[in-house]
């Protein structure tokens, strides 16, 4: 292999190192185009974000590391909207002012993001990474791949903008990992690599390396302890996670916690993100991919609007019948079809109401309560 992850090199502190990140032309662009804030002697600069907190973010610039605040540019976008949050793999316009400050006071535009929806609350989804070209959807080969788990994740991914991949881990607990693989991917993954991989030997890894050396940024997701804090390890090699200086290095198998965008030994980056229990989606898009197999054949049932449920003509049913499609399929997708259109109906309807709306509403709300509390007195 052509690479050697343990060997020295500079890590932060050139320009080169911003490429390196993924910036270009095109970035470079949006860059110029953001919200400028014209100061002598105040210069402006882009940076990506590796890591943030509230109200502040570890980005890293030509010039290496820099932590900058939220700017009041920032602060009133994310009232507006809390998708606007300045998100781990962000590309942003830092500022740094005379008193030694430094401001992030625009997020530039998004290629993708990996959203995942609010089940309680809000209807406003929360950006886990931004700007990622490849979601590796993590899952642990042995004892127990969890299926469901991983349609689900495949449709975040797919419907994040990034390229989904499927990499199963601990390959080496079983004796028939190929096999076992082999059949996942063309169950729940068709069409999208596959990787099987025993993290302590760095097999399998060649793929993700691969993908890494072309600049791209690779966000891991999955449930926790399925070993992506263990792929990012052997991905980097531990002599660059030591010597690399982009915030907190992440400490072998202690659960994550926060998301961290890790520089690739030879470019690239790494998100590595803590185990989610579970993953709400946004919309339907992605389970269209993920489920292309049942979309193709609901194509053929009788009836267009077939819930394949017992509907006569169903050309789904039959399949399961047949053994084409497995039923915790069909299954699976019933459940994640109607979680997704029921979250797409609440994100729709959240675009939909005009603010004036929303507040004609309250203020009925108010007065009827006020009239009942008089009624009941
Ligand atoms: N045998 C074997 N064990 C592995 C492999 N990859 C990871 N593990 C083990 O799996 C456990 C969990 O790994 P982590 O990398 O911490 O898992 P994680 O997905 O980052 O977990 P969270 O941070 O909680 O989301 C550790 O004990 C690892 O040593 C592998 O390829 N083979
Ligand atoms: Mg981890
Ligand atoms: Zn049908």
């Not at 028939?176 to 999208?192: F, K, M, N, R, T």
């Not at 197999?293 to 009836?303: G, H, K, P, S, T």
Request: net charge negative; hydrophobic share 40%.
């Amino acid at each position: 292999m052509s690479s050697d992850p343990t060997s020295p090199r500079p890590i932060l502190g050139t320009a080169d190192q911003l490429v390196r990140l993924g910036f270009d032309g095109a970035w470079s662009a949006a860059f110029d185009e953001s919200v400028a804030i014209v100061l002598p002697g105040a210069p402006a600069f882009p940076a990506r974000v590796t890591r943030t907190d509230r109200g502040a973010c570890d980005t890293v610039g030509a010039a290496g590391p820099v932590r900058a605040t939220w700017g009041a540019e920032v602060i009133a976008a994310v009232a507006e909207d809390p998708q606007a949050v300045p998100s781990t793999g962000d590309w942003v316009r830092v500022q740094a002012w005379p008193d030694g400050n430094q401001t992030i006071e625009a997020v530039l535009p998004r290629r993708s993001s990996v959203v995942r929806a609010q089940v309680r609350g809000t209807s406003t989804g929360q950006v886990l990474a931004a700007n990622v070209d490849v979601v590796a959807v993590v899952e642990a080969l042995f004892p127990d791949p969890d299926l469901g788990r991983i349609e689900r994740f495949m449709a975040l991914a797919w419907e994040s903008g990034a390229q989904p991949r499927l990499v199963l881990t601990k390959g080496d607990l079983g004796s028939d990992a190929a096999e076992l693989a082999a059949e996942i991917g063309a169950q729940v993954a068709a069409g999208c690599p596959v990787d099987v991989t025993v993290a302590h030997d760095g097999e399998g890894l060649e793929g993700l390396r691969s993908v890494l050396r072309d600049g791209a940024t690779v966000a891991l997701l999955g449930a926790s302890g399925v070993g992506k804090s263990t792929l990012l390890n052997a991905l980097l090699g531990r002599e660059v996670m030591r010597t690399q200086a982009l915030g907190a290095v992440q400490k072998g198998r202690h659960t994550t916690v926060t998301r961290e965008l890790h520089l690739g030994p030879e470019g690239g980056a790494v998100i590595d993100t803590p185990g989610l229990r579970s993953v709400g989606l946004q919309g339907t898009e992605g389970l269209a991919e993920v489920f292309a197999d049942v979309d193709e054949l609901a194509r053929q049932c009788r009836f267009h609007d077939c819930a394949h449920q017992s509907e006569p003509g169903c050309a789904v049913l039959a399949a399961i019948e047949s053994g084409e499609l497995a039923e915790r399929r069909l299954a699976s997708w019933h459940k994640l079809q109607r979680e997704a259109a029921y979250q797409e109906r609440r994100v729709d309807a959240r675009l939909r109401q005009a603010e004036l709306a929303v507040w004609k509403q309250r203020t009925m709300e108010y007065r009827r309560s006020q009239k009942e509390g008089r009624r009941s007195r």
